[in-house]
């Protein structure tokens, strides 16, 4: 990809906007773009920088994020909305063409890596629901204030928030930043190492202190609950390239498969309560380690009918209207409402899959279920609102750690898969 119209090859001290901002080190990538951390010479701080193909798909695709990032900042002046801010953006011109970039302010890792650093097991509850509650203030201010329907929530795309003083960043007091590109290969020099190794022990220290678990990494046993008391968690909602104005939505299929909300797969049309619906299979990660629906197509029946399957064995069956009503409804229903290829149902309801398989206090999994499940609507303009959600005691509960959260064995989730076979789904 890093060929005319593709990424923009990066090296370790280069300069861009006129010298401004100094590349130190690779962040992320994803299709569109590669992330860099970089250091704003002019503000003597470090920031995220976005370089974006430089195809005119990619550029267009990045106007866009521009625009909708713009709208962000514009209406939260004073950043504290739990969504990305834009602090400025460019054009760089390098060998493969053009290439857009966007100048964000430096975050931290995504939710998903924090929940890989717990090894899958799910984070306390008290954690959950903080990180909930921001999630929940951004997609509030997205929905309400600016219209906007994000499209494509996930722990992906949700980073934790750098809450350490940028004047005393731990990056900087062990080593300054590069300034210029490094003599020889660039990627060994010691001042590198040192930023990176800083870079991972910070991720995994806050990883162990959010889990309030050992990290997956071998380090420290968890302290004692006390000690973390206060930890604010402060997560941020990212990427905005593919996010829709309500007022003209335009994709038909839009979400990443396992977050998609079913009126997508319908196609019955959508609105902001499609965030709503990857909202709660995030939340339910959280807390498990597991996602919620992981379809897979089998024999005589695709993806698509195994995801509303698994939706249904969940959540009841989707009522008859709603099954039938959308523009792909025929491929997978019958007029009764049955779907036409996967038969028999294993239903497992949520409060039960949670103490069953995830070892939930009876209270914990009543409780959480509570919340969720009216999120989980297959009527999408039944499920609450963000700033409904907001309102819900669940969120508002801060539990003594019990049972189940504190010794480390009862807490073992297991990890079988869902027992529904593909016998049973074919009716052998
Ligand atoms: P794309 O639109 O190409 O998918 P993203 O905006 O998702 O790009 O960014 C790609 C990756 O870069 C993210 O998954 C994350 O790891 C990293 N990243 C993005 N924005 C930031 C940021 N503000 N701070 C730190 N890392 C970031
Ligand atoms: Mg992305």
């Given at each position: ?224 609950e006390r000690s973390m008391e206060g930890i604010d968690v402060q997560c941020k909602i990212v990427d905005f390239g ?123 999994a009543r409780e959480f279920a509570e919340f969720l499940t009216p999120i989980l609507d297959f009527a999408p303009e ?47």
């Open positions: 990809s890093y060929r005319k119209g593709g990424y923009h090859a990066v090296r370790v001290g280069d300069p861009f906007a006129g010298g401004r901002y100094v590349a130190q080190k690779k962040l992320g990538w994803g299709q569109f773009s590669t992330v860099w951390l970089a250091y704003d010479t002019q503000t003597s701080k470090y920031v995220a920088l976005k370089i974006q193909k430089s195809a005119a798909l990619f550029a267009q695709a990045a106007l866009h994020e521009i625009e909708v990032l713009s709208a962000i900042a514009d209406g939260d002046p004073s950043n504290s909305r739990c969504v990305v801010q834009l602090m400025d953006h460019f054009k760089h011109v390098g060998p493969n063409g053009q290439h857009l970039c966007m100048v964000l302010e430096f975050l931290g890792d995504s939710l998903l890596r924090l929940i890989k650093y717990n090894r899958y097991k799910g984070l306390e509850l008290n954690k959950v629901r903080e990180i909930c509650r921001c999630i929940l203030v951004g997609l509030d201010y997205l929905h309400r204030e600016l219209g906007i329907i994000h499209t494509d929530l996930k722990p992906e795309n949700i980073l934790l928030a750098n809450t350490i003083d940028p004047a005393k960043d731990p990056i900087r007091s062990g080593a300054s930043p590069i300034l210029e590109r490094p003599e020889g290969n660039p990627y060994t020099g010691v001042t590198m190492s040192l930023i990176e190794k800083k870079l991972k022990r910070r991720a995994r220290r806050a990883a162990a202190k959010i889990s309030g678990r050992r990290s997956s990494m071998g380090g420290a046993a968890p302290k004692p593919n996010t829709c104005w309500a007022d003209k939505p335009v994709a038909e299929e839009i979400q990443t498969r396992q977050y998609r909300a079913p009126e997508v797969i319908l196609q019955s049309g959508y609105s902001f309560s499609v965030d709503m619906w990857s909202f709660a299979c995030t939340a339910f990660e959280l807390a498990t380690g597991d996602m919620m629906f992981a379809p897979k197509g089998g024999q005589g029946f695709g993806e698509d009918e195994d995801h509303l399957a698994l939706m249904m064995e969940l959540l009841g069956k989707i009522p008859r209207k709603i099954a039938t009503g959308g523009a792909r409804s025929k491929d997978f229903f019958d007029k009764y409402g049955d779907l036409k290829r996967i038969r028999r149902l294993k239903f497992w309801p949520l409060d039960q899959l949670l103490m069953d398989k995830y070892k939930f206090s009876e209270t914990d039944k499920r609450p609102t963000a700033q409904q959600c907001l309102q819900h005691p669940w969120l508002t509960m801060r539990k003594q750690s019990a049972h189940n959260e504190t010794s480390n064995d009862s807490n073992v989730r297991t990890v079988e898969a869902r027992v529904r076979s593909l016998q049973i789904k074919v009716g052998k």
